[in-house]
């Protein structure tokens, strides 16, 4: 690490570097990096299918959008409690206590701009320099990224593909150590999909009561809470005994009510006094959240109108789901297995990047540009700059142990239509040798 840091500082002209040591190690989402790639091809003139972004296709419920508007007109436009606008935020502790047999109180409820902002915050609140950060890989790639740009350890918990991607003691036992400061769930995941049982969940949670000390946390994304499906239900960690006095509980209205714009998310701290330092970073960070959108937030928690709304989405979801899973798994060379929530497929691509030469073009990369992408970066981009399929690599999820693994995430919130169509490009792109010889020796866009 200091190797890293010190060669950050002085640039090839000898000269102090621009941007600090840790800003340069941070890394990214690259659902929003590839963005760019996508409009360069669209400016062309050419349609892309966007199985990229984890955003639901579905419009903002009328009953949300309506209350956002009437907000808007009741001049709900200026700064609030930086914490949440109490109301809200007793809206949510009603809720996620009662889907989770909790007495939750407001005042350990902090409202954030999505339910991203709390995962680096938590690094920043809880950890100091050299303290271990475990979390799932593959898993959501901001857990990891704010490890480098805080100087902590990261801890991935890698998952297997052969044990249906999932965890439970004796992976996460060995990972505690006495230098361990925060642990990250998702369920249901991403980019796996994969949803937890109350079985497995309480293995977890004896191994975290019995090895880590009361003050490690555990950090509970429950974004896609709403997303499961099989008639699955979410279980929470947090309604095991002695859990929620450990858990930051996080949710939010991306997934949920397909309202990835709004930018409200929410966290439930164990105590009141956590909740007052997150508080404390809003003020330092942006001051607040706008009203509008909160009391928009609160509306679609309370309304009986949501869950029919919900229930629409996830049924459409697991239609596309079934369809997905199966096309993916009739070309050859892709297994894919059945996600139980969220809304992404993810393929092991491993049979096909070896039979379409993506292995071999990769290994006989120049050594600079072969430690710049990996196989499935490469078969991502030309999917999307040959056949116009955005899709996620492997290493998007997690860079730290991602060697040798090829996968692809595909983002099923897209129509059923464009969603044929993407895997029959797929499976056309997988057949193209010729074209993937001559984008490989053209050399642009490997990574
Ligand atoms: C696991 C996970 N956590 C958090 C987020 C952030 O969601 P939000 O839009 O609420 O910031 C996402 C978004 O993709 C996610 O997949």
């Not at 996620?96 to 609140?125: H, N, W, Y």
């Not at 059945?338 to 049979?351: D, L, V, W």
Request: include cysteine; proline fraction near 6%; charge should be negative.
């Amino acid at each position: 690490m200091s190797t890293i840091l010190e060669s950050a500082r002085i640039d090839a002209t000898g000269a102090r570097s621009l941007y600090s040591d840790r800003v340069q190690l941070i890394d990214t989402e690259n659902a929003f990096k590839i963005g760019p790639h996508i409009k360069r091809i669209e400016d062309e003139g050419n349609r892309v299918i966007k199985c990229n972004l984890g955003e639901p296709d579905f419009p903002l419920p009328a009953h949300i959008r309506d209350e956002v508007k009437r907000q808007l007109d009741l001049d709900m436009t200026h700064y609030t409690d930086p914490q949440g606008i109490l109301a809200l935020r007793q809206t949510i502790a009603e809720s996620m206590g009662k889907s989770r047999g909790l007495e939750l109180t407001a005042d350990r409820v902090v409202v954030f701009p999505g339910a991203k902002p709390p995962i680096g915050f938590c690094q920043e609140a809880y950890c100091n320099p050299g303290d271990e950060v475990i979390y799932p890989s593959p898993g959501f790639p901001i857990y990891e990224s704010f490890t480098r740009y805080l100087g902590l350890r990261p801890v991935p918990l890698h998952l297997d593909e052969a044990s249906g991607f999932n965890f439970g003691a004796a992976e996460l036992e060995p990972l505690i150590s006495d230098r361990t400061k925060l642990i990250y769930l998702n369920f249901p995941s991403n980019p796996t999909g994969g949803v937890a049982t109350k079985e497995q969940l309480e293995e977890i949670a004896e191994v975290i009561l019995r090895k880590a000390p009361p003050n490690v946390r555990v950090y509970s994304d429950e974004v896609y809470e709403a997303i499961t499906f099989d008639g699955r239900k979410h279980v929470s960690i947090t309604s095991l005994p002695s859990m929620i006095e450990r858990t930051i509980l996080v949710s939010g209205v991306s997934k949920t009510y397909s309202w990835t714009g709004g930018r409200i998310g929410w966290a439930v701290f164990p105590t009141a006094d956590e909740a007052a330092v997150f508080k404390n970073l809003n003020i330092n960070y942006y001051s607040c959240v706008p009203p509008f959108t909160q009391l928009g937030a609160k509306l679609a928690i309370e309304s009986p109108e949501s869950p029919i709304a919900i229930r629409t989405m996830v049924s459409a979801f697991q239609e596309r789901r079934d369809v997905v899973v199966a096309l993916l798994n009739a070309i050859e060379g892709v297994s894919c297995q059945t996600p139980g929530g969220a809304f992404y497929a993810f393929p092991n691509i491993g049979g096909l990047l070896a039979r379409l030469g993506v292995i071999d073009a990769w290994e006989s990369l120049p050594i600079d540009v072969k430690a710049r992408t990996t196989p499935s970066t490469m078969f991502q981009y030309f999917l999307l700059y040959n056949y116009r399929v955005a899709t996620m690599d492997r290493r998007s999820f997690g860079r730290i142990g991602s060697e040798g693994k090829h996968y692809l995430r595909m983002s099923i919130a897209t129509g059923m239509d464009d969603l044929k169509e993407a895997c029959r490009r797929l499976d056309e792109a997988s057949r193209d040798r010729d074209g993937f010889a001559a984008w490989v020796a053209e050399g642009k866009n490997l990574y």
